[in-house]
Every structure is written in structure tokens, then in C-alpha cells.
Nanobody, 115 residues
């Protein structure tokens, strides 16, 4: 079955860096676009970054220039490198993909940025 498993979250000070990963299985990863979303307490889930199968990327304005999404098709894994982290980046980060069967989400990984 389709699985998306995030890892790499944690606690970091403002200005620091963190990389979260999403390892997938159950579908042909290399041909699918992947996205990272986040949800802060009391807020709606929002798109952070996305990457197409060909490697084209787009970012939310709030993270542009600080975050980088990338993928390793050999490892069926998508990454989100987060630099210059701010307290407002604190959220649960989820990876996502859209298949013909529907949208799939991981369980999320908590990222907490202290001031």
C-alpha cells in the first residue's frame, strides 16, 4: 500500500537549520510530484513547497530563499532543507502526493523553532 513516512523534525533555535525527509513506497515515486505542507496550532494546513517529477520547484512566499525542496528518485525520498528558521516556522510538516486513487499524506513531523 501507499506509505509516506516523514522524519527529521525536532527543536532548533531561530536562525538554525533542519532537514526533514519523506520516504515513500507503494507507488512509482519518480513520476509523481511531491509536496510539503505544514500546519501550525490553530491554523489551516498550508503548502510550503512542491517539486515536479522533472525537478521544477515552487515555494510559498514565506519560505522562498530559505527552504529548498529536493528529491532522490533512487531512494524514493523527498527532502525539505530549512535554513534561517524562524519561530513562525513552527508547525507539523507533512509530505503529500496526489495519485489517481486520491491524495496521500504522511503522519507528519514536528518542527519547533525557539526564539
Amino acid at each position: 500500500q501507499v506509505q509516506l513516512v516523514e522524519s527529521g523534525g525536532g527543536l532548533v533555535q531561530a536562525g538554525g537549520s533542519l532537514r526533514v525527509s519523506c520516504t515513500t513506497s507503494g507507488f512509482i515515486f519518480s513520476i509523481k510530484a511531491m509536496s510539503w505542507y505544514r500546519q501550525a496550532p490553530g491554523k489551516q494546513r498550508e503548502l510550503v513547497a512542491a517539486i515536479t517529477s522533472g525537478g521544477s520547484t515552487n515555494y510559498a512566499d514565506t519560505v522562498k530563499g530559505r527552504f529548498t525542496i529536493s528529491r532522490d528518485n533512487a531512494k524514493n525520498t523527498v527532502y525539505l532543507q530549512m535554513n534561517s528558521l524562524k519561530p513562525e516556522d513552527t508547525a507539523v510538516y507533512y509530505c503529500n502526493t496526489l495519485l489517481s486513487r486520491g491524495a496521500y499524506w504522511g503522519q507528519g513531523t514536528q518542527v519547533t523553532v525557539s526564539s
